[in-house]
């Protein structure tokens, strides 16, 4: 157990159907806390080393095309085991797979447009905190 900090974005399919209020809400409601929060449109560069690891993938431009075309919400999120325990809350990549119960399970139909990203471990979430927001985590 240990207190950690995760960045969380509302991508752009969450903000344009008005769901930041939502995701915040759960994660409030768990017992979360807001450490930064910013309404921006990410550029091609930023987009390109976030999703580094899924360069080579088929569906990588798709992937940067989409987290660019409009606004999103980055977010620092702390808690107790905050990285797993929100990881849960999001439900799995693919929204036919995730729980009902879960954001990506109840709110979406799509892999491509599954309105939350999470970090996926304490390292990423060091990397990606200090990627979107440089030098305050
Ligand atoms: P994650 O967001 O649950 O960590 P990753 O495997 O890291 O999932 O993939 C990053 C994002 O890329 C996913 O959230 C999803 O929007 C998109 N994605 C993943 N796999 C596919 C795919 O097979 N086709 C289209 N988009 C995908
Ligand atoms: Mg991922």
Redesign the pocket.
Known sequence: MAIEQTLILVKPDGVRRGLVGEVISRLERKGYTLEALELRTLDVETAEAH?GE?VDKP?FR??VDFITSAPLVAMCVSGEDAVAGIRGLMGA?NPIDAAPGSIRGDLATV??E?IV?GS?APASAERELELFFPGRF
Do not use: S
Request: hydrophobic share 25%.
């Open positions: 999703y899924h569906f798709e992937l990549t892999i491509g599954n990203h996926d």
